[in-house]
């Protein structure tokens, strides 16, 4: 297994998953910090409970269950983004990275408790079954999902392909439960999605990229080829849509950045340990040689996927439309467990190239526009401050000069923050109903491109 640093965005499953470099920490945590008296006293508290519950709770509780919720526990009380995974999970989170699977499909993630689908994914069981946006997973199997914590529930979904499974669904506006039988199979996350789209300027390239796994940036460089050579070189500009792509592989995120940009710094990282921050900056070799780029954000848009949009808006290669994004602003690293899975820790923070961390504030979007028209929807607004033990912004609202910023287009001020009431219901399928994705089309054929150069790749 190659190790790498990376970005996971806790709470959201299917994508956001992280990678880390592992003997450093470990040897560090094991050769220099030995606890002390207090630490000792505690785990004899610790000990003390434990042999307590073993002995007198109801039922004689497994002991690797007590320990497993315990570590736990403990992870959980330091940031959103720490956690212990068990054999079963570390290899879930491995074979998560590679883009492929055996199970049903579903994005989803847990709120208030409830165990509730983000977005099938297209040509999947889930999709094909019906299930919708919003729907909330109350059974797996006839077993409640309340109180299930999300790993566990992802891990009940998961399976061989061939095998059955049943869930029960309570959806808005249906008032009895939705039972779904559905056959699992191998699921081909197909991270990268694009076409040839039409504006006033000219072909524009759509390019969707829905997660940063091992392969988003081969698969970028590949989308854009094509679309080049489907527009017979006559692209005017491109859309990159980030929205409700809650982050992954940091290493991706760097190299994605760096597809698009020429010079500048991308991100960097800082930790308790100075010896251990880095930073990143572009090579030269901008594959679009300059094409104005617009990128679609919003309150999904999180972790590796706001180091791409900070990159290149802080480096004025491209315009940011959509709303503010999700504010993941911290790095975890992986630590293997010999046979007993995984430690998933918090080891740093990261910073754009204005020098500002952007946990818990995310990045602003150059052009403010909503998808819907009632913006308040408390489920769409969930964002980094909204989680139990999520870190302070360590940089405030100070940000070091950047380049000034050039003049946003003219047509950038006749460009609605909401839909008209009249607007069309959103339908995937049909690019016309999607008001961001039409607002970016309208201010992108009125940009003129950054610098016209010979990519060097």
Do not use: C
């Amino acid at each position: 297994m190659r190790l790498r640093s990376g970005l996971m965005l806790s709470g959201i499953f299917m994508a956001g998953l992280a990678l880390g470099t592992v003997a450093q920490p470990l040897s560090r945590a094991m050769g220099q910090a030995a606890p002390d008296n207090s630490t000792y006293q505690q785990l004899s508290l610790f000990g003390d409970i434990l042999t307590q519950v073993k002995q007198n709770y109801v039922v004689d509780p497994p002991s690797d269950k007590l320990v497993y919720n315990a570590v736990n526990g403990m992870l959980s009380g330091l940031d959103p983004h720490s956690s212990y995974m068990n054999a079963q999970q570390y290899a879930d989170m491995q074979v998560q990275t590679t883009g492929q699977f055996g199970g049903l499909g579903l994005e989803v993630t847990q709120t208030s408790g409830l165990l509730k689908v983000i977005s099938p994914i297209d040509d999947t069981p889930g999709a094909r079954a019906g299930i919708k946006p919003g729907d909330i997973i109350v059974e797996i199997n006839g077993q409640s999902t309340q109180g299930l914590a999300l790993d566990d529930a992802v891990t009940k979904m998961r399976g061989p392909a061939g095998t059955k499974i049943t869930l029960t669904i309570k959806r808005n506006g249906v008032t009895t439960p939705v039972h779904v039988t559905l056959t699992r199979e191998i699921i081909k996350i197909q991270d990268v999605k694009s076409k040839l789209l039409t504006s006033s300027a000219g072909p524009v390239g759509y390019i969707r990229l829905d997660s940063f796994d091992e392969n988003g940036d081969q698969h970028i460089r590949n989308a854009v080829a094509q679309l080049m050579k489907q527009a017979h070189g006559n692209l005017h500009g491109y859309i990159l849509d980030l929205r409700d792509n809650p982050g992954g592989l940091l290493d991706q995120a760097v190299a994605v950045s760096d597809d698009f940009l020429n010079t500048g710094e991308i991100v960097s990282t800082h930790g308790r340990h100075s010896q251990d921050d880095q930073v990143w900056y572009a090579q030269d070799g901008d594959i679009t040689n300059g094409a104005p780029i617009v990128i679609l954000t919003n309150a999904g848009t999180a972790s590796a996927a706001e180091i791409v949009t900070a990159a290149l808006q802080q480096n004025r290669r491209a315009l940011v439309l959509g709303t503010k994004t999700f504010g993941k602003g911290s790095v975890q690293t992986i630590m293997p467990i010999d046979n007993a899975g995984a430690l998933r820790l918090t080891t740093a923070l990261y910073f754009t190239p204005s020098g500002k961390s952007i946990q818990g504030y995310g990045v602003t979007p150059d052009v403010t526009v909503s998808d819907t028209a009632t913006p308040d929807d408390a489920f769409a607004q969930l964002r980094e401050t909204n989680l139990l033990n999520s870190f302070t912004n360590p940089t405030g609202q100070n940000n070091m000069p950047l380049p000034p910023a050039p003049p946003l287009p003219a047509v950038a001020a006749s460009i609605p923050s909401k839909p008209p009431a009249t607007w069309p219901a959103f339908d995937s399928a049909k690019p016309a109903t999607d008001f961001q994705l039409q607002m970016a089309l309208k201010l992108i054929a009125d940009m003129t491109p950054v610098r016209t150069v010979a990519s060097s790749n």
